[in-house]
């Protein structure tokens, strides 16, 4: 199995533009989460789907960050417009509900760059 | 969830066993323990987990105590590639249907 992956592995973009962040889990997961990584703020969680649903989106910061999972091997997090404070490593991970373990595999993140 | 406790950081000598302690003083009786760990730049990557027994894997052994009240993670023989920061989590049930919040952990270092 190839894992989580996320594209791009790198972003710079100016302030204003709209980014978006593109993650396929792992085929058979159902669960899809997306988180952020800062120095300032360590790991913080967006939001989280199941079944393509989203279950909980307390975590996205403002109106300017929206998620989809259109499908069950595709989800999107989209920052419009976007601001320098973006910036930081999202990462995507995935997990089967109900699974033995519970256990999340992550993808190796993209890198953001608002200037 | 509960919150977990973990001293900022550590270091250990290679080839020694590395123990990592966490502290979750408040934890449920229906909460699980978590470890993960971060290797620079790359996304957590999952360890271990157990409700009241000890567990291990090929990677780790995690000792609860009987309280539960808190928890040590063991690499047996640590070398350089354990070099990570090593996170404690507890979480409501082993499903994925709870979510994961990550606290700021322990970076372990491990030197030659």
């Known amino acids: 199995d190839a894992g989580v992956i996320q594209s791009p592995r790198h972003e710079v973009t100016e302030m204003g533009q709209e980014v978006t962040l593109r993650c396929k889990p792992i085929?058979?997961?159902?669960?899809l989460f997306w988180y952020r990584q800062t120095m300032m703020r360590g790991l913080e969680l967006l939001i989280y789907f199941n079944n393509n649903v989203p279950i909980d989106d307390s975590g996205m910061p403002e109106d300017r960050f929206s998620a989809k999972m259109p499908n069950a091997s595709f989800s999107t997090l989209k920052i419009q417009p976007s601001e320098p404070r973006d910036s930081a490593v999202y990462f995507c991970a995935s997990s089967q509900l109900a699974s033995g373990t519970g256990s999340y595999t992550f993808g190796s993140g993209t890198r953001l760059t608002v200037v | 969830d509960a919150k977990t406790t973990q001293p900022p950081s550590m270091d250990c000598a290679e080839g020694r066993a590395a123990n990592l302690p966490c502290n979750h003083s408040t934890i449920s009786g229906n909460e699980y323990v978590y470890w993960y760990r971060q290797i620079h730049s790359q996304g957590p990557q999952y360890i271990i987990h157990?409700?009241?027994n000890n567990e291990t894997n090929e990677m780790a052994s995690l000792i609860i105590t009987e309280d539960r009240k808190s928890s040590t993670l063991i690499l047996p023989h640590a070398t350089l590639r354990d070099t990570a920061v090593y996170y404690c989590i507890v979480r409501v049930g082993s499903s994925s249907a709870s979510k994961i919040i990550f606290g700021s952990g322990t970076r372990l270092s491990i030197r030659p």
């Open positions: 085929s058979g997961h159902n669960s």
């Open positions: 157990g409700l009241k």
